[in-house]
Nanobody, 122 residues
């Protein structure tokens, strides 16, 4: 089976920084996109940032210039460096990867982590 484990969330003051990490492990054959989503209380889950297998990136307008997504292929890990944090960035952050397993190498599907909370105080 596949597991996604996130870390790095916590409480930070406005203007501060956090770095989130997400590592995929298990029966992995190949990974396509890796990304971060977030869900604030009472709101829908939204895309924060995405990095493709070719290292193309996509960011939500609200985080452009403040957040940076990167991945480390050898470790099946994706990072999200968050700078200049604002109270409106408060949410649970989820990692999502699109991957194929060894048992089904031609079938790619999305896997989600359990989420890591980020709270930004004003």
């Amino acid at each position: 089976q596949v597991q996604l484990v996130e870390s790095g969330g916590g409480l930070v003051q406005a203007g501060g920084s956090l770095r989130l990490s997400c590592t995929a492990s298990g029966n992995i054959f190949s990974i396509n996109d890796m990304g971060w989503y977030r869900q604030a209380p009472g709101k829908q889950r939204e895309l924060v940032a995405l990095v493709t297998r070719g290292d193309n990136t996509n960011y939500a307008d609200s985080v452009k210039g403040r957040f940076t997504i990167s991945r480390e292929y050898a470790k099946s890990t994706v990072y999200l460096q968050m700078n200049s944090l604002k109270p409106e960035d408060t949410a649970v952050y989820y990692c999502k990867t699109n991957l194929a397993t060894i048992t089904s190498p031609r079938y790619f599907m999305d896997y989600w982590g359990k989420g890591t909370p980020v709270t930004v105080s004003s």
